[in-house]
Nanobody, 114 residues
Framework: QAQLVESGGGLVQAGGSLSLSCAAS????????MGWYRQAPGKQRDLVAY???????NYVDSVKGRFTITRDTARNTVYLQMNGLKPEDTAVYYC????????WGAGTQVTVSS
């Protein structure tokens, strides 16, 4: 059974950076389109970035130019580098396939203070 384990979240001041990791087992990330999602308190879970099996990337407008999604085939891990963080980026961040079909992991909390 596939499992996704997110890590790397924390508390950071506005303008700071964090690097999130998503370690996958039971699924090969390089053969799937993978996405990072986030859910802020009281809001729905939304996609913020994805990387296709061919390596193409796309981002929602609110994070373009600040977030970068990458993957490491050898480590079977997907990353999200987040720079220029804003308070509105505060959320629990999750990874899953693009068009999520796997059981959600616990996520990792990102809190950005103003």
């Amino acid at each position: 059974q596939a499992q996704l384990v997110e890590s790397g979240g924390g508390l950071v001041q506005a303008g700071g950076s964090l690097s999130l990791s998503c370690a996958a087992s039971g699924i090969t990330v390089s053969l799937n389109s993978m996405g990072w999602y986030r859910q802020a308190p009281g809001k729905q879970r939304d996609l913020v970035a994805y990387i296709s099996s061919l390596g193409f990337t796309n981002y929602v407008d609110s994070v373009k130019g600040r977030f970068t999604i990458t993957r490491d085939t050898a480590r079977n891990t997907v990353y999200l580098q987040m720079n220029g963080l804003k308070p509105e980026d505060t959320a629990v961040y999750y990874c899953n396939t693009f068009g999520p079909r796997l059981e959600w992991g616990a996520g990792t909390q990102v809190t950005v203070s103003s």
